[in-house]
């Protein structure tokens, strides 16, 4: 069972250039997020979907835009990378019932350095 | 928004006590929990915690709430060298919105 599998792990960007995150996850799960981590700064919500088909911003979502392309797929552009933007992404999901969030499963995480 | 707090680091020996302290933010927070993340992982749910409960034990691991005081604390009994990690204490602050403390790095030495 893969749970939340994201590519790429590691990625190395000019500053200027984009890419795009992929996250998938096979549990069934209505709600996908996009975190960042930094050093210090623990982790910092980007943004969220909470079923197919809606998105939301959550604490940082400047220079990010993400798409719901299905119940499975939820994926995070860069457009213009910045080297603010070097940290380490991770896509999560969960079955969310109302306000609660319930328990968030996590992928191994991108390693993304923009130069 | 305001951020949640935790001390960086903690350094126990093996066989000790561990606490990690925690202070949230959002006093209408009905759920709050402890996240671990290993080394180049993503995170796991640890524990969980209502807000309307003092106390949960869940073998080796004790949480602390303290409302009034917006006080989140997590106890690991004997602790081991598999508990190095960084663990992360998170709060719903709004609708499906979880949001994660600064992290504490836990060093657990022989």
């Known amino acids: 069972n893969a749970g939340v599998t994201q590519t790429p792990k590691f990625q190395v960007l000019k500053t200027g250039q984009s890419m795009t995150l992929q996250c998938a996850q096979d549990?069934?799960?209505?709600?996908m997020y996009w975190y960042r981590q930094d050093p210090g700064m623990g982790l910092r919500l980007i943004y969220y979907?909470?079923?197919?088909?809606?998105?939301d911003k959550g604490e940082v979502p400047n220079g990010y835009n993400v798409s719901r392309l299905n119940k499975r797929e939820f994926s995070l552009r860069l457009e213009s990378a910045a080297p603010s933007q070097t940290s380490v992404y991770f896509c999560?999901?969960?079955?969310?019932?109302?306000?609660?969030?319930?328990?968030?499963?996590f992928g191994e995480g991108s390693r993304l350095t923009v130069l | 928004g305001e951020d949640v707090e935790q001390s960086l680091f903690l350094s126990v020996r093996e066989g000790d006590s561990s606490v990690i302290n925690c202070t949230y933010t959002?006093?209408?927070?009905?759920?709050l929990y402890w996240y671990k993340q290993e080394p180049g992982a993503g995170l796991q749910l640890l524990t969980y915690?209502?807000?309307?409960?003092d106390m949960k034990q869940d073998q080796r691991l004790t949480v602390l709430l303290n409302k009034k005081d917006k006080h989140l604390s997590l106890r690991i009994a004997d602790t081991q060298t598999g508990d190095s990690a960084i663990y992360f204490c998170?709060?719903?602050?709004?609708?499906?919105?979880?949001?994660f403390g600064t992290g504490t790095r836990l060093l657990v030495s022989p």
């Open positions: 979907s909470a079923s197919e088909g809606t998105t």
């Open positions: 959002d006093s209408s927070s009905t759920y």
């Open positions: 998170a709060e719903i602050r709004s609708f499906q919105k979880l949001v």
């Open positions: 549990m069934n799960h209505n709600s």
């Open positions: 999560a999901s969960s079955e969310a019932q109302g306000l609660n969030t319930g328990e968030l499963f």
């Open positions: 915690i209502f807000s309307n409960m």
